[in-house]
């Protein structure tokens, strides 16, 4: 184009380019076009126009400069454009904006040259109405701005295109910041591999839904996306939405937690129960043992280990049945401050002196209806488990505290329940705890301590205890910066009362003469229990279940005075035994024993019923025998 030159002072040119045959044929080209087309000469002068804006003329507009169609403020846009193609015989174009009753009208210009013989002698003019055009652009960057849910444009290279402020903003970026880079270079480690393999996928033509990886922000932190993504088949370019459904997989994570901890709980409850039956038939035959006659000195230490290692048996059922909720609770008003107050005593014996104790009380804090016992098995799991975290020393901060928890609380924290609580919270100063630990640090039989140092049935006793007491607990730990754990039991405004337990029997094996029918399908425990009451003096009774024991009791109704229950049997079980009983013989006395006290069964016993819980030692069955038969 440099080699041109222009027709200034040779308008003749131009007048014969659109005369004669010539303008005829340009105006079939262009009269049917939706654009403006015109012809200008150097002088910036109108020498054609296909049509014109209504209220226009083509015999007014031709031969009018062009400046007098341009809006003011876009002619010096239009006068560059103009002298590229007049003056230097090059394209251009620009934008006229047009400003009317109907809001703002958008034109763009394209200038091409005219040339004859090598000389440039006019201007060709194409005006297209572009106003729709930008109006979607328009719409489309407001959206693109404005959408909560991420958008990402990226290259077939995997370098970042374009992203709006959502997807800069959930990272912690400022959108310059990620232009232009790579988006794996943003991913955690173990989602790189899949998402390069999905994003081949979509480059090669599929369309992706719901596709999950985690991005890392700028402070560090993962959150975890699920795209949606095609491939533009213009441009190459891959178009893809996301939306942060990290809370949403936490929440489903909790809710299968809370399902895995329900279900464990009820396998629990049903193993204990059976292992209760089997140490109760082995602890009362190592009694009966032990009471036959002056065994040996070898065989009285091989019994006493049998019993010593049924105890502990017996002792970790119980800490199942704790787990599984279905320990009965001895319910009292308890001031949680007084109670870590007088166990602070027992929390120094058992931890070193490296670990300091400090004991916050709160500030007019309620009390909480609980069994004390199984609280202070709460306290003292805490302990042993922040000691162990601190082998090199620390501190131990109990605090209590009075928390109101509303529904929008529980919206944020899915694991919350509303009410008003009273707030125990245990912190150490110890190792603390990786995630995977702290997802799995309530599971029973989970730990990270070697086999000798627990059964990893601490933590998850404190659950269960929790749990039953209407309660929840949660814990917050960071490696290196040790643990917290918070329970939150449902405050009690009720005034303090004192505790009316009553005074538990000295006589140690209490003997009589009545006549006490048992019944109790496992032969293994009736048979030892039998001896053991017979030995005591009295006479017994026996059946393997509820029809059976109904069956004695009306040939004996006369000579019965108490009767033994097991509360789960076969074809009747111990409280539908006793509803029927009851109307045989009004005021007979009754014991319900069972591998586990359940408040479903409980609600259907006696509101004074006397429950004895396996495995029992002799002294426990006669101590209660004898009170019942005294009653």
């Known amino acids: 184009m440099g080699a041109m030159s222009n027709s200034r002072g040779r308008p003749d040119l131009l007048d014969q380019w659109l005369s004669g045959e010539g303008l005829a044929t340009l105006d079939r080209v262009t009269g049917g076009s939706p654009d403006v087309l015109g012809v200008i000469d150097s002088d910036y002068v109108v020498r054609y126009v296909n049509w014109t804006a209504p209220g226009l003329t083509r015999e007014g507009v031709i031969g009018q400069s062009t400046f007098n169609l341009i809006p003011p403020g876009d002619q010096a846009n239009a006068r560059d454009a103009f002298d590229e193609a007049l003056r230097h015989g090059r394209r251009a174009k620009f934008e006229m904006f047009f400003h009317g009753d109907y809001g703002v009208l958008v034109w763009v210009v394209r200038v091409g040259p005219i040339v004859h013989d090598g000389t440039v002698i ?18 489309r960057d407001r959206f693109f701005s404005l959408s909560l849910d991420m958008l990402v444009v990226a290259t077939p290279d995997g370098h970042l295109r374009r992203v709006n402020p959502a997807f800069s903003s959930a990272l912690g970026y400022e959108p310059a ?18 998402t390069e393999a999905a994003f081949a996928q979509v480059l090669a033509g599929a369309v992706f839904y719901d596709f999950e990886n985690r991005y890392r922000r700028k402070d560090g932190e993962y959150r975890t996306f699920s795209w949606r993504a ?89 800490q199942l049945l704790v787990f599984s909720r279905r320990q009965p609770l001895r319910r009292a008003r308890i001031d949680l401050d007084e109670l870590l107050s007088g166990m602070t005593k027992l929390l120094r014996r058992l931890l070193p002196e490296s670990i300091a104790i400090e004991h916050n009380p709160g500030r007019v804090t309620p009390g909480v209806n609980g069994d004390r016992t199984q609280l202070e098995q709460v306290i003292v799991n805490f302990a042993v488990n922040a000691r162990d975290a601190m082998e090199a020393g620390g501190k131990l901060t109990l605090e209590t505290s009075t928390i109101a928890i509303d529904e929008r609380d529980c919206e944020l924290h899915p694991w919350a329940k509303p009410g008003r609580f009273v707030c125990l919270s245990v912190t150490d100063t110890g190792v603390g705890m990786t995630p995977a630990v702290r997802e799995r640090v309530f599971d029973p039989f989970f730990t990270t301590k070697d086999a000798h140092r627990g059964t990893g049935l601490g933590l998850a006793t404190v659950y269960g205890i929790v749990q039953q007491h209407g309660g929840f607990v949660h814990v917050y730990s960071e490696v290196g910066h040790g643990t917290t754990f918070r329970v939150y039991l449902p405050a009690d405004e009720r005034a303090s009362k004192a505790d009316s337990s009553a005074t538990a029997d000295v006589d140690s094996r209490p003997a009589g003469n009545e006549t006490i029918l048992i019944a109790e399908d496992e032969e293994s425990v009736r048979r030892p229990v039998i001896q053991l009451l017979e030995g005591a003096g009295y006479k017994t009774l026996a059946a393997r279940n509820g029809r ?14 108490l009767i033994i229950l097991d509360v789960v049997m076969p074809e009747l079980g111990g409280p539908e035994t006793w509803l029927l009983m009851r109307e045989m013989r009004p005021g ?34 006669l101590r209660l025998v004898r009170r019942r038969l005294d009653a």
């Open 548 to 561: 059976e024991a109904i069956a004695l009791l009306d040939r004996h109704l006369d000579d019965v005075d």
């Open 588 to 621: 007979l006395r009754v014991i319900f024993a069972t591998g586990y006290a359940d408040e479903r069964y409980r609600e259907h016993l006696p509101p004074d019923a006397e429950v004895l819980a396996k495995p029992f030692r002799a002294e426990e069955l």
């Open 122 to 139: 006019g201007a060709f003019t194409i005006s297209t109405d572009a106003t729709e055009q930008r109006r979607d652009t328009l719409d």
């Open 230 to 318: 095609r491939v533009d088949p213009l441009t190459g370019d891959v178009y893809a939405v996301a939306r942060d459904v990290t809370d949403h997989r936490t929440i489903e994570a909790q809710l299968r937690h809370a399902q895995k901890m329900e279900a464990v709980g009820q396998l629990a409850g049903g193993i204990a129960h059976d292992f209760n039956n089997l140490m109760q038939a082995v602890l009362a035959n190592v009694e009966l043992a032990q009471l036959s006659g002056a065994p040996t000195p070898a065989v009285a230490e091989h019994l006493h280990e049998i019993e010593g290692a049924g105890r502990r048996a017996a002792e970790l059922t119980k």
């Open 177 to 194: 910041e990620l232009g232009s880079r790579p988006f794996l270079r943003f991913l955690h480690p173990d989602d790189v591999a899949p």
